[in-house]
């Protein structure tokens, strides 16, 4: 029984003496080594843990994206910097109610091109994004304004005068003072109507007509309207017309030119509205038919002194009608080339006949003179063995045409 006990001491010490490194079952010593799990992690070439690597790559390459996608290239970018420069000087400047005018209508290319450049000079901010590492550790003025758009400037400028130009046309042509000046002018052309087809009547007959068709009832029109028309072309313009209705007693007469008179009322409206509206509208009238008759005025005073009053349609006669435009003139020493030739010419029309000249005569110059007076604008110069083309006067297509014909094988200068 003692043996039995002594068996179970020995095993029970056995226990107890493994107790600090037994503390629990699955577990290992604080000074072990292996002690705990030891976690295995994949890693990349470049030391990054997982898919760092890969996802920095991924974020690089969609910043480049975006930068190229949606920031603006060198030439975009310069131009909202040159717009922004020109649009700070010109401005916009209220003229009439709803009409709108730039400062710049009338400066010059030369000064705002001027202004232009001094403005991107002063910009040194960054013109474009640095997003790369060149661009990000490059010297400073690189990538500014006042280094990458100044090649720009006369491109843009050019651009932005031609959108000015057509915003200020636009502007015009719905503004009020168009549109009332539009009206005016349909009311004027009622009256010039009315005028032409009424001028010989009696002025109250005339004035009652202008009143109905273009008077203060009818839009854009009035009675200053009404009275330029009706006064149009009076024969009480001047103290002659005065004196012709003293003689006539034709006292509502016209004069003779009563309807360009009617013509030149329309065309100051028509002016007017070409100035409000920015329109370059031309008027065409009917050529009218003036009396080249003699006034009673001049009648009379033919009577009181007994001699007629010369006549305005008397045809001159031409005597030089049929003069050639072309001259031939041989020379009495050799002429080599186009410029002597064209001096020999211009000194045979500028001196005189009497003065002596190695290549003319006199009477060839006198001859040269009387004929250029007449009409002739090329004088042909021939010697032994050249023929010169020398023009003296500017002559039409025509007249070159026919010459190069007729002379093709001699030499213009």
């Not at 079952?25 to 690597?53: E, H, K, Y």
């Not at 730039?102 to 202004?115: D, F, G, V």
């Not at 370059?280 to 001699?307: D, K, R």
Request: proline share 3%; net charge negative.
């Amino acid at each position: 029984m003692n043996k039995i006990l002594c068996l179970f001491g020995i095993v029970g010490a056995c226990f107890v003496g493994n107790a600090a490194n037994a503390l629990s079952a699955g577990t290992v010593g604080a000074d072990d080594a292996s002690r705990g799990i030891i976690i295995q992690t994949p890693t990349t070439s470049n030391g990054l843990r997982g898919n760092a690597g890969l996802a920095n790559a991924y974020k690089t390459n969609q910043r480049n994206t975006y930068y190229m996608v949606t920031q603006p290239d060198v030439d975009t970018a310069c131009r909202e910097k040159i717009f922004a420069c020109l649009s700070e000087y010109c401005g916009d400047v209220t003229v009439v109610p709803g009409q709108t005018s730039s400062k710049c209508r009338y400066a010059t290319e030369t000064e705002l091109y001027n202004y232009a450049m001094l403005c991107l000079q002063k910009d040194t901010e960054i013109l474009l994004p640095q997003y790369g590492a060149n661009t990000r550790n490059g010297m400073a003025g690189m990538n500014t304004a006042a280094r990458l758009c100044p090649s720009y400037v006369q491109q843009e400028l050019m651009a932005y005068l031609s959108m000015a130009n057509m915003a200020e046309q636009l502007s015009k042509s719905h503004s009020d003072l168009c549109l009332l000046r539009r009206k005016e002018l349909e009311a004027a052309m009622a009256c010039h109507s009315v005028a032409l087809a009424y001028g010989n009547e009696t002025n109250s007959m005339l004035t009652s007509q202008l009143t109905d068709y273009c008077g203060a009832g009818v839009p854009g029109g009035g009675a200053e309207m009404v009275t330029r028309f009706a006064n149009a072309g009076n024969v009480g313009a001047n103290i002659w017309g005065w004196a012709e209705k003293i003689v006539n007693l034709e006292m509502n007469n016209k004069g003779a030119d009563w309807q360009a008179a009617i013509d030149a009322v329309l065309a100051g409206y028509t002016n007017r509205m070409n100035l409000a509206c920015g329109d370059n509208m031309q008027l065409n009238t009917v050529p009218h038919v003036s009396s080249n008759e003699p006034s009673s005025l001049q009648a009379v005073a033919a009577l009181a002194i007994g001699a007629a009053f010369p006549t305005t349609n008397q045809q001159v006669p031409n005597p030089y009608e049929n003069q050639s435009i072309w001259m031939e003139l041989t020379s009495r020493s050799d002429v080599y080339n186009a410029n002597d030739a064209y001096q020999v010419v211009m000194a045979g029309l500028s001196n005189a006949p009497t003065t002596q000249n190695a290549f003319l005569t006199s009477a060839q110059m006198d001859d040269m003179q009387r004929a250029y007076t007449r009409g002739t604008k090329v004088f042909v110069l021939r010697d032994s063995a050249r023929c010169y083309i020398v023009p003296a006067a500017q002559m039409t297509q025509q007249e070159q045409s026919l010459v190069a014909q007729v002379f093709a094988n001699c030499t213009s200068k």
